[in-house]
């Protein structure tokens, strides 16, 4: 069945987030949530390297708990991934504001960081996208910032996650949710010029068209080089993406750019 959290993606997007939509989520879930009252952050406590190297354990779970862990998955270039569109296993027992039904309760965000010295700091764009995504998803739900609630807060006899400052945080999210912070650039616009001195390549995604379009799906199997950026082409881009340890998100920066090259 579809569960009620399909709203997601729109409300990160909406902020000008980054986000990719892993496979199966609007039908992934141990049931349907309760009323959502807040938001939940941790850290994966995963590898060191890579942009989201815990998704699969998100997705599946890990031995004694089954998944979804999480309905977000939030990498360390800023790139929401969402998980699952009802209910996850990512609170466990504790109480937060008197509420004490975390995973009914409480949307999961867990980030990638193993929680250790050797991942800090955290980086800045993805510090911004976590505070920016807490404050999508609270003002979505009409909460204040009260009711982003850390891991270690929620049950701190247990727990020690996530390693910043929760009180430090909730001031970024509160200042968000108060003002109209413009939204940030996590894409820019257009490719540095190489080294060869070429002009700037745009940015693109779907709904894109033109010779550059044609260029990436020239380089794309199974798909055919009519210049226009539509879903065949996009689904072509993020399996390229995965294939080579990119964000699969669909859209062609600088990164995807640089890997079609070496293509």
Aim: proline residues 8%; charged residues 20%.
């Amino acid at each position: 069945m579809t569960y009620s959290l399909t709203w997601l993606p729109a409300v990160l997007r909406a902020k000008g987030l980054k986000v990719a939509e892993v496979a199966g989520w609007k039908t992934r879930g141990r049931r349907e949530m309760g009323p959502v009252l807040g938001v939940m952050c941790h850290h994966t406590a995963g590898p060191l390297n890579k942009n989201m190297p815990s998704l699969r354990t998100l997705v599946e779970g890990r031995t004694g708990l089954a998944g979804p862990l999480a309905q977000l998955g939030l990498g360390r270039d800023g790139t929401y991934y969402v998980i699952a569109a009802g209910r996850c296993n990512h609170a466990g027992a504790g109480v937060w504001q008197s509420l004490r039904k975390g995973n009914s309760n409480f949307i999961g965000i867990e980030a990638e960081n193993t929680g250790v010295s050797n991942d800090s700091p955290w980086p800045a764009v993805q510090m911004d996208a976590y505070r920016r995504g807490a404050a999508a998803i609270l003002e979505r739900v009409g909460r204040t910032a009260i009711f982003c609630a850390g891991h270690k807060e929620f049950a701190p006899r247990r727990k020690i996650d996530p390693s910043f400052d929760m009180d430090e945080f909730r001031a970024g999210v509160a200042a968000l949710m108060s003002s109209h912070d413009p939204r940030p650039q996590l894409i820019p616009a257009t490719e540095p010029p190489g080294d060869g001195g070429a002009a700037g390549r745009p940015t693109l995604r779907r709904r894109s068209s033109g010779p550059f379009v044609d260029q990436v799906q020239k380089k794309l199997p199974g798909v055919v080089a009519d210049g226009f950026f539509g879903p065949v082409t996009e689904a072509a881009v993020r399996a390229f993406q995965r294939a080579r340890g990119l964000v699969p998100d669909g859209i062609v920066g600088p990164k995807t750019w640089e890997a079609l090259d070496a293509a």
